[in-house]
């Protein structure tokens, strides 16, 4: 009987695989916003209005103990695309593309990170299942994806270039609310007074610090009145009632001694998810979800099991698990130009923190965040040594190797309770709970960064190189394989007519090549090149 089960489920599973998807399929789209908090009326944060998230918050289900895996962008966005531990990934560090600040870390200026060989962007499940995968525009995955991820992935990307009836999975992304928008927006005009500003305990109260907080909220605002263009665009193609709309940011807010930090404010996030047929519309749900969480919860939604490499958990869907995690975990790694490990877990009130360089200080001389106007004035005002209370806490010369916070009872965790001995067993507790995760999960952090590609790269100076496919073409059907463990194989077929295809298809099985027509192949695995290309 459990043979003949475990047959069935195994048939299940292959079969959930097929690349056509019933006409009844729900598309899936994302609105996807950067470095906020849950500053928004639906969520308590009535500083500025925000209607159109609001709505969808009243017509939808309202999370409220989402978390991020880091503070930053790039490593989030990289557990984020894969279902993993940034960590797990080698993905930790801030960044690892573009600049890597190689005149002060020796290291290249850009390279991806190479997770292990089976993992994908979790799009690539969507498109084996039929869906028409777009995003516009950001990726930030700490990786080159490649082109099999996504059907379209640039500024004109968008589910409207889709098969009639197809469905689809798109993200939409908005930069207004991004760090830097505080100060390249400083002169525009705001949407809220700087006097009404709340100013929270770890700023000093100036006219700075007011202005930047008040444009940064203005710049919440006008992120609102995108949302609700994209609610009316898909209403006006007749797709409201058929697509299952996800809001979410990347982490928290872009503004000084939150951005980049391990406490709550850091990574605490709003996701609001609206059903079209207003399932549990207004209501509120304590489940504690990581970031990691999003990817096997949308392929869960597109009847898609959780691949086995994943750690994240599907919340939604047909493969959701009916608990949450009991902890989550984030991890902070070099940011820029200046290193520092920190690894933090929370059980959704008490947070766990432990330093592994406590000598050095918390605060990160990070140039980048020096063109916002409060945080230059927060530097002048250290320097000048006019910083005090908690305002000056950020700058102390080393910190501690443990942090515990209650974070109910103490939300912006300034009360470290680690020498409390009435936090004794939960101090314990949790510095079990990391040492465990810690022990069961790869953390590439613990590998210096430029012995971590020279493994990634046998050595040489340059990433390995995926293997050309080869392709067999017999009686009419060509079937592809490549050498190399983890590679995804994409193919084109090129008609008689010589008409060229838009996008590269993901190899599954044998297929069937029209008489005459030719066929191209290529294959990649994640932080290898791309492999020469193969012909018939």
């Known amino acids: 009987m459990l043979r003949l089960l475990t047959l069935l489920l195994s048939l299940v599973f292959l079969l959930g695989f097929r690349s056509e998807r019933p006409a009844t399929a ?12 849950p ?3 639906c969520y308590g944060d009535f500083t500025v209005p925000t209607p159109n998230i609001d709505r969808l ?22 557990a984020i695309i894969t ?18 600040y190689p005149q002060k870390t020796q290291l290249p200026k850009s390279y991806s990170s190479v997770p292990p060989a089976e993992v994908r962007a979790f799009p690539e499940y969507l498109r084996l299942k039929g869906y028409y995968c777009t995003n516009n525009e950001k990726t930030d995955y700490q990786f080159e994806h490649s082109p099999l991820a996504w059907d379209e992935s640039n500024s004109k990307a968008h589910y409207q270039n889709r098969k009639p009836k197809q469905p689809f999975f798109a993200i939409f992304n908005h ?14 005009p705001l949407r809220v007074d700087p006097a009404k500003i709340k100013v929270p305990p770890y700023y000093p109260d100036n006219a700075l610090t007011r202005q930047d907080m008040a444009r940064f909220f203005t710049n919440i605002s006008e992120m609102d009145d995108w949302v609700g263009e994209k609610i009316a665009e898909l209403a006006k193609n007749g797709l409201l009632d058929n697509t299952i709309i996800f809001f979410w940011s990347d982490h928290g807010d872009g503004l000084p001694y939150v951005k980049r930090e ?21 209501t509120s749900n304590e489940r504690l979800i990581s970031m990691i969480d999003l990817a096997p919860t949308v392929l869960s939604l597109a009847n898609i099991s959780t691949p086995k490499h994943m750690y994240g958990k599907a919340f939604l869907g047909q493969y959701a698990t009916p608990k949450g995690h009991d902890y989550i975990f984030a991890a902070r790694d070099r940011m820029d130009s200046e290193y520092d490990r920190v690894r933090a877990l929370s059980d959704g009130r008490y947070k766990y923190i432990y330093n592994f360089e ?17 945080m230059a004035e927060i530097i002048r005002l250290r320097d000048a040594g006019l910083l005090q209370g908690e305002a000056a806490r950020w700058f102390a010369s080393n910190k501690p190797q443990e942090e515990l916070y209650d974070t109910q009872n103490d939300p912006y965790e300034f009360e470290n309770l680690v020498a409390d001995p009435k936090h004794k067993k939960v101090l314990a507790h949790l510095r079990k709970v990391m040492q465990d995760w810690q022990k069961n999960v790869p953390d590439y952090g613990a590998t210096p960064e430029k012995e971590l590609i020279k493994q990634w790269w046998n050595g040489k100076n340059e990433p390995p190189v995926t293997a050309k496919p080869s392709l067999n073409l017999q009686n009419g059907r060509a079937s592809l394989h490549c050498e190399t463990p983890g590679a995804s194989i994409g193919y084109k077929v090129y008609p008689v007519d010589g008409s060229a ?36």
Not at 57 to 78: D, F, L, M, Q, W
Not at 175 to 188: A, R, Y
Request: glycine share 8%; proline share 6%.
């Open 26 to 37: 729900l598309n899936i789209l994302w609105l996807s916003v950067e470095d906020m908090s």
């Open 39 to 41: 500053h928004l009326g």
């Open 57 to 78: 918050a009243n017509e939808g289900i309202r999370h409220t103990k989402v978390y991020c895996t880091a503070g930053v962008c790039a490593p989030s966005r990289n």
């Open 83 to 100: 279902g993993r531990w940034q960590t797990s990934n080698g993905g930790h560090n801030m960044r690892t593309l573009f600049d890597t």
């Open 175 to 188: 930069l207004g609310t991004h760090e830097s928008q505080v100060w390249v927006k400083k002169n525009k």
């Open 262 to 282: 391990l406490y709550d404010r850091g990574l605490q996030v709003p996701l609001i998810v609206r059903f079209p047929d207003k399932r549990q519309a207004g």
């Open 358 to 374: 406590p000598q050095k200080p918390a605060y990160q001389d990070i140039q980048f965040r020096l063109q916002q106007p409060m």
């Open 501 to 536: 295809p838009e996008r590269w298809e993901i190899y599954q099985a044998p297929f069937e090549v029209p008489r005459r027509a030719k066929v191209l192949a290529r294959a990649w695995r994640i932080g290898y090149t791309g492999s020469a290309v193969a012909t018939d």
